[in-house]
């Protein structure tokens, strides 16, 4: 009857329209408002035991959950938040098949004694009734209780939760040891055991080529062409090459960026890898654009395209806003590294692995930045390109996919 029931839901959830057609872009706007949102609630910040309010609109909330999104569905979530009420709605674009073009969810939210139940859930026009829906939440969540200590902790850290006109608020106590267990256990969803040591093993062979290199300028080709001989070598064996270039990709994000490989494989494996300071890698003659590139290709790996350009665009407007300015040439780099990720990580992974593994070409995955703007401050940003989604910033962004697609990997016969 279960099983019955699950299919008849799921096949009333596939409906010839999308649920959710637009949930908007960022704009120039929208970048200061989540930083300064996050840098208020960033965990260094704060104290064990500390209580504090967060509170968020519901168009901050749709930016960043979207731009969250793995980009190799096509899927939008969009959240509408009222007095006491919360409403979300989610699709996803399904493969051709003769039911359906879309997957349509939605659920509505109460806030009921300052916290959050779930009050009604739908499968595209199929409503679950109230007499299964309450029971079955209610067992699901005493069962999480009982089986995750985690997720029993969390649910007691969050105090209260408002649901506002455009808006949501959230009490919360921070404690420090529960984070710490919550990113423990995710690593391990999100990260299996077999590919942390995958990660490792790219990670230990990435600190002998620094060992090796001192700190003259060097091509970050010098590094790519031994490490992806090595994913070449080792796909022979595991048969997968796109999880080794997910591994690589993730190992050289980390290994570039200067940040703990602890963080993906937990403090006992990684104590195993002596490390070794960062040579001078260069991409075009720039430092910066080798770490934009990289560090881009790495959140693809692990998040999704969309979120690493997301993440991309955000920091070049954070620096038009008192850093170092909005640098074209940096959201080329950043581009370059999520395509070529995109690669490394479809159906061409084993061909990318043997290109890469004899070319030293750095115009096969970066194309030259010349007479792309830089260093624009504000004022400057928002009277030349006006905004994120206007006209003349897309003719910038269609240079920058134009010059990508020009590279030799993104050619058929590379």
Known sequence: MIVITAIYLIFRAIQPLPLVADVGTMLHGDVGRIKSLLQEHDPRR???GETREFQISARDINLMVNSALPAQKEQAIDVELMSKLAVIHYTLALPD??????????????QHEDKATLKQLSFGSATVPAWILGPTSSALNALMKALSAEYRDLIDSVKIVQFNT?????LYQWRSDLAERIQSKGRNILISPQEQERILDYYAQIMDQFRRRGYEPVSLSDLLRPMFFMALQRSEISHDPVAENRALLLALGVAINGSSIRHLTGNEAASSVKTYRRPNYQLRGRGDLAKHFVISAAITATGGSTLADS????KEVDDSQGGTGFSFPDLLADRAGVSFAEIALGQNAAKLQQYMSSNTSEAAYMPAFIQLPEGLMELEFKSRYEDLDSETYALVQAEIEQRIATCAIHQQDF
């Open 166 to 170: 455009d808006s949501l608020t959230v």
């Open 97 to 110: 098949n003769p039911v359906g073009d879309y997957l349509n969810l939605s659920a509505v939210l109460t």
């Open 311 to 314: 993440i991309g665009v955000f």
């Open 46 to 48: 704060l104290r064990d």
